[in-house]
């Protein structure tokens, strides 16, 4: 679709935290332009006219991959893993044991939760791998953090992306080798 309007539980309005949501939602299924606005709301700051919520979907050019087709790749030596989870869950869980491993975490705490400065991330990844044909599997947990990543760099000009799409929890899951920085 090229544009979409919703609101939590089918209701007409919804308050800024719900609109906030669903624009993240959008963003990481591949929408970007997404906009969110309150509709309705009844203090006085919001009372003037908002245009829809909308989000125009892009065509992404990074695979999703499960973990055992990621490892191949990675032990073929031609990938290199992005690791985008915290320092914590590195201690706590392992990384993958892997021929070129890179960690570099993507969300960190913010003010409402967990929260991405794109740019920030941007620079350390784009330090670690300056070209931008570099052949990289990017993985997190579970897949949530990992599709922000992924999109951010492809936005960046990265080419050759693949996303780890069980994460690393999918990588333990199968039995695949891991180790503890």
Same mark, same amino acid.
């Given at each position: 679709p090229s544009s979409v309007a919703a609101c939590r539980g089918g209701r007409r309005y919804c308050h800024a935290g719900v609109a906030g949501i669903m624009v993240a939602a959008l963003v990481v299924v591949g929408y970007e332009a997404a906009q969110g606005f309150v509709v309705g709301a009844r203090s006085a700051a919001a009372t003037a006219p908002a245009p829809a919520m909308r989000a125009r979907r892009v065509q992404r050019r990074f695979s999703s991959v499960k973990s055992k087709v990621a490892a191949e790749m990675?032990? +073929?030596?031609?990938?290199?893993?992005?690791?985008?989870?915290?320092?914590?869950? @590195?201690?706590? *869980?392992?990384?993958? #044991? !892997?021929?070129?491993?890179?960690?570099?975490?993507?969300?960190?705490?913010?003010?409402?939760? /967990?929260?991405? #400065?794109? =740019?920030? @991330?941007?620079?350390? *990844? =784009?330090?670690?791998?300056? #070209? %931008? =044909? +570099?052949?990289? *599997?990017?993985?997190?947990?579970?897949?949530?953090?990992?599709?922000?990543?992924? +999109?951010?760099?492809?936005?960046?000009?990265?080419?050759?992306? *693949?996303?780890?799409? #069980?994460?690393?929890?999918? @990588? %333990? /899951? +199968?039995?695949?080798? !891991?180790?503890?920085?």
């Open positions: 990675l032990n +073929s030596g031609l990938y290199a893993y992005l690791d985008v989870r915290t320092a914590e869950e @590195w201690q706590d *869980v392992g990384v993958a #044991d !892997v021929p070129v491993l890179a960690m570099v975490t993507s969300h960190v705490p913010g003010p409402g939760g /967990m929260a991405f #400065d794109t =740019q920030a @991330w941007l620079e350390k *990844v =784009q330090r670690l791998f300056p #070209d %931008k =044909q +570099s052949k990289i *599997v990017v993985g997190c947990k579970a897949g949530s953090r990992s599709r922000p990543a992924v +999109s951010a760099l492809e936005e960046a000009g990265y080419t050759e992306l *693949v996303e780890l799409d #069980d994460g690393f929890m999918g @990588w %333990k /899951m +199968s039995g695949l080798p !891991v180790k503890y920085p």
